[in-house]
């Protein structure tokens, strides 16, 4: 205690009486820190003072002295003589080790410092508490260092009466370089509302009207499900009162890298990262070389449509508000039904022009997981796994049969390339499972067996081609049809050491999630720069790679190139080559007495089942059989070579697979440029040249040889170096259908092989040109060719097939080479949507703009511009100064409203009209961005009702958007026409129709 003559005197804590009263009353004055209304858990706490009247207790210790301070000398000092007691007594005596001390008391500042700079690295609290122990020697107790580890949270995240919800705004709306999207709820309304940290010139938080209606119905709905989270108190703004549902972010480094490579997109949600339950759903992309990025994270509420409509159509746009969405070619995801249909509300890569024009993911085809439907469905399925196991584990013959229909599956999925080829295999498959002779297959299944793996390929399977089979995508899906990509991430997540946890609440989740992205950017970041300024050490390695290239494309190429030599070519005219690999060279021989060995396997456990019957087999014998039967059939963990070689074998036999004769073209673009096409479409898909390709050049790789993708400069320098960025997006933005090769190359391509020669006999190259031409001699279709003459024909070799089904070689556009969905299959997106009342979001960007959002805000800049200086867009002149606020619709409503009167005073004859020049507006626009002749039957949509013109109009204005100048010229002139028309039929003398 200090006294007022400057002196401070300290005793024993045995010096004074403990005074219960006194204790509960300090006690009540300490407010509580818990949220729960509940009454405080009783705790029994101790005292080290004296208790008065208490056996052996009661003993107070004199131990006192006095510290004076000098204020002349401005310092304290210890009279060695004065008034007190030197002695403890009463008591027994403690270790000065042994006392616990306040931690301010314990260490100094600057360990203080360091012990929060720990913490605040996501290092557990154990680990701090022995850090300290380590550098200063004093133990702090683990209460001590958790009280640091809360003081600190609270200062950075709110103070702790905040809820969960207010520290998560709190941290993604104050850091800088993190963008996010919050969806809330009044949970007494159930109004929705969202914020977003929107602006990013100041950072601001903002909130906007929600104008998306999100997919539900009465039974699913984010107001029905506000109504089920009343008492989640943790998920409640503080400020507003409103219950948080959603929250989408992401960083300027993800933005970034998503500019930069948006072609492949994969998305997963994943369990156990946050204290509130909620699932972590992430969108994932692969950057130049291969290795996966975040794209964005979400906290979802449910597995529900909405919930995901909301995400891929309302928090994708705010927190990537570039053209990269528009520049995704494939989203991958699970078969889950409410993702599907939410998904595929968004895209729009299967669809016509003017319906893909109104979806954020124009360009985007859906494909489902292929694990996820074999494993999943199929071989791990309740209904399918027991009568597969019990097949397997009947013998060694039946495990391989149905081992080798599960791969066959996949040949569907990752190998078969046109519809003709899946159809033909489709009817093989079919005839396979239900032929009776199972004694010519590798093993006998029983028919109830095989008719239920029949079911599932039939009902689960086959009907979901548009969504599996590799014949129904050529996009840049860069090899990818599962989401491991995905489930890799999220098991990578949850087992780092920093990773978050199930006990951490969503704010905590969210800041490990972002530092460790952050931290495994900066790693490839330094990756990328050393790659982009190193070179190989050998000349060997210099000549055949790309410095420029990444490591991984650099051995994709060099695989591609070495593999050419195992391939033939013939020149068939001026300009093209037929290219085909040396099957009978390079393809393994089907002639390796496979019946025989595993004939010899199967007797081998045969003499032994039999000697087993006849005498009881020894000890040493028992281990020798079983010892074979782990070497062949592998100890339930892994799989043998041998069993591997005898399956590989067994699919050789058994699945149907095609020689391939590519056609290489040799293109001279309209500016002069050459460029070598390939018609087994590696380079739409991979976006590197193919081995077809090498076959032809003759060459190395060179810079020419991939995609601008590819290299590391690209991932260095885009947006951070403003002239080699507008570099690398003009590179980008030439989409080429081949691979550019220099007037050199063209020369000596044309001289090396004649027309009408080449490396094998022409007969050779035809015999599988635009026909099905199956593989090998000793197959079990060549072997059971008369008895299959129903399905094969005449010759089981060469199966015409209709010529618009061989792949292009010069494809088009993205999406004209990709299928359209059946009739008969399932169609998403067409649901009607429910509103869910009034709408707002919060929404918060970071400053960082990405390149592309620069060059769109520049194009939306010139094309307003250009709309203010045309006189004709409204009878009233536009100023060039408001132009920012001004887009077409509302330039040209005016008009509109005008022609809608007209077509009220010309009843049914206006409302023909008014569909005739709207409809060949729109064959006008389709006509220029196809640049061909679109007849009138196939874009001529119903004639529109008089209240459903609104929204034709809005979609036309829109396409002219796009257009800049002609765009406008052209709705000027079919309004002008339109209202004439209307007028002149307006007349008394009017013409009739």
């Not at 949220?35 to 107070?60: C, E, F, L, Y």
């Not at 998306?212 to 984010?222: C, R």
């Not at 963990?637 to 697979?657: D, G, N």
């Not at 009138?936 to 209240?947: C, R």
Request: charged residues 30%; glycine residues 4%; hydrophobic residues 30%.
């Amino acid at each position: 205690m200090e006294n007022g003559n400057g002196c401070i005197e300290v005793k024993c804590c045995r010096g004074t009486y403990h005074c219960e009263e006194k204790s509960l009353a300090h006690n009540r004055k300490k407010a509580r820190s818990t949220k729960s209304n509940a009454a405080p858990k009783a705790i029994k706490k101790k005292t080290t003072k004296p208790v008065h009247g208490q056996d052996g207790n009661d003993t107070r210790c004199p131990f006192h002295f006095q510290i004076y301070w000098d204020e002349k000398r401005r310092r304290w000092f210890l009279p060695k003589i004065q008034r007190g007691n030197r002695v403890h007594c009463g008591h027994k005596p403690i270790d000065p080790a042994d006392i616990k001390l306040e931690a301010k008391n314990s260490i100094s500042p600057e360990e203080e410092e360091i012990a929060r700079d720990s913490l605040q690295s996501h290092i557990s609290t154990a680990a701090t508490q022995n850090l300290i122990r380590t550098r200063t020697g004093e133990t702090l107790s683990w209460q001590q260092v958790y009280q640091m580890k809360k003081r600190q949270e609270n200062a950075q995240y709110g103070g702790n009466e905040n809820t969960a919800c207010d520290r998560l705004l709190h941290y993604l709306t104050t850091t800088d370089g993190i963008s996010c999207t919050f969806l809330f709820a009044d949970p007494k309304t159930h109004l929705l509302s969202e914020k977003v940290k929107k602006d990013k010139r100041n950072s601001a938080l903002t909130v906007e009207q929600l104008g998306k209606q999100l997919l539900g119905d009465d039974t699913d709905s984010p107001a029905i499900y506000a109504k089920g989270l009343k008492g989640r108190k943790e998920l409640i703004h503080t400020e507003t009162g409103e219950l948080m549902l959603a929250v989408a972010f992401t960083t300027d480094n993800q933005r970034r890298k998503f500019d930069m490579f948006p072609e492949f997109v994969s998305g997963d949600d994943t369990e156990g990262t946050n204290s509130e339950k909620r699932s972590l759903y992430t969108l994932l992309g692969k950057d130049q070389n291969e290795k996966v990025f975040p794209i964005a994270w979400a906290f979802m509420p449910s597995k529900s449509q909405w919930a995901y409509d909301w995400f891929f159509g309302v928090a994708m746009p705010k927190l990537h508000p570039g053209d990269a969405i528009k520049r995704v070619e494939i989203v991958l995801t699970d078969a889950d039904k409410q993702e599907t249909m939410a998904v595929e509300n968004n895209v729009g890569g299967n669809l016509k022009p003017s319906v893909a024009e109104l979806r954020l993911f124009i360009n985007a085809l859906h494909r489902w997981c292929a694990w996820h439907r074999i494993n999943r469905n199929f071989t791990q399925d309740s209904k399918y796994k027991p009568t597969l196991t019990r097949v397997k584990n009947s013998c060694v013959l039946s495990k391989i049969e149905v081992d080798v229909l599960e791969r066959w599956l996949w040949y569907f999925i990752k190998n078969y390339e046109t519809e003709e080829e899946v159809d033909f295999c489709r009817k093989l498959l079919d005839e396979y499972l239900n032929d009776e002779q199972q004694n010519l297959h590798i093993g006998e299944v029983d028919k109830a067996d095989r008719q239920l793996m029949l079911e599932f390929i039939t009902s689960s399977f086959q009907n979901h081609r548009h969504k599996l089979f590799e014949s129904k995508f050529n996009c840049a899906h860069m090899g990818n049809v599962t989401t491991s990509a995905s489930e890799a991430y999220h098991r990578g997540l949850k087992k780092a050491a920093l990773g978050p946890t199930p006990g951490c609440d969503l704010c905590i989740a969210a800041k490990k999630i972002i530092d460790l992205a952050n931290l495994r950017e900066d790693e490839k970041s330094k990756k990328a720069a050393f790659d982009a300024n190193a070179t190989f050490g050998k000349a060997d390695d210099r000549e055949r790679t790309v410095q420029e290239f990444s490591t991984f494309c650099n051995d994709k190429l060099s695989t591609e190139s070495e593999s050419s030599d195992d391939y033939l070519q013939f020149r068939t005219a001026e300009d093209t080559f037929l290219v085909k690999c040396d099957y009978d060279k390079f393809d393994l021989d089907f002639d390796q007495e496979l019946g025989t060995s595993i004939d010899q396997i199967n007797s081998l456990f045969d003499n032994e089942d039999s000697a087993a019957k006849e005498e009881e087999l020894d000890e040493a014998e028992t281990k020798k059989l079983d010892s074979l039967k782990e070497r062949l059939l592998g100890n339930c963990t892994s799989v043998t070579a041998e069993y591997r070689t005898m399956l590989r074998e067994s699919m050789k036999y058994i699945i149907p697979r095609f020689e391939r004769t590519r056609v290489v073209n040799l293109v001279q673009m309209p500016d002069g440029t050459w460029v070598l096409v390939c018609s087994c479409r590696l380079f739409n898909k991979r976006r590197y040249a193919c081995r077809h390709v090498y076959r032809v050049l003759k060459r190395h790789p060179t810079l020419s040889d991939a995609n601008v993708r590819w290299q590391n400069g690209y991932c260095q320098h885009y947006g951070r170096n403003d002239e080699l960025t507008n570099a690398y997006m003009d590179l980008r933005s030439a989409e080429l259908p081949g691979i550019i090769v220099t007037d050199e190359e063209v020369a000596s391509i044309k001289s090396t092989t004649r027309v009408g020669s080449g490396d094998r006999d022409e007969d050779y190259f035809l015999r599988s040109y635009k026909k099905l031409y199956l593989r090998g001699s000793n197959t079990f279709w060549h072997e059971n060719s008369e008895r299959l003459r129903h399905i094969l024909g005449d010759s089981i070799c060469c199966v015409p097939v209709k010529p618009s089904s061989v792949a292009s070689t010069a494809p088009n556009s993205k999406t004209s080479s990709t299928a359209s969905h059946s009739q008969n299959g399932p169609t998403f997106g067409e649901k009607p949507s429910t509103s869910f009342g009034a709408a707002k979001m919060v929404h918060h960007s970071s400053t960082f703009a990405v390149p592309s959002q620069s060059c769109s805000d520049d194009c939306h800049n010139d094309s307003v511009m250009q709309i203010g200086s045309c006189d004709f867009v409204n009878n009233h002149p536009v100023d060039v100064d408001d132009s920012h606020k001004i887009d077409l619709a509302t330039s040209f409503h005016p008009r509109y409203v005008d022609i809608c009167n007209y077509t009220e005073s010309a009843r049914d004859n206006g409302i023909a009209v008014m569909a005739k020049h709207f409809n060949h507006c729109q064959r006008r626009f389709l006509n220029f961005f196809n640049n061909e002749t679109i007849s009138e039957d196939q874009v001529a949509a119903e004639t529109p009702p008089k209240s459903g013109f609104k929204h034709p109009f809005e979609a036309i204005c829109r396409m002219a958007q796009r257009t800049g100048t002609a765009g406008i010229e052209v709705v000027s002139e079919e309004l002008l026409a339109c209202q004439q028309e209307l007028d002149e039929r307006d007349q008394p003398n009017g013409p009739e129709d």
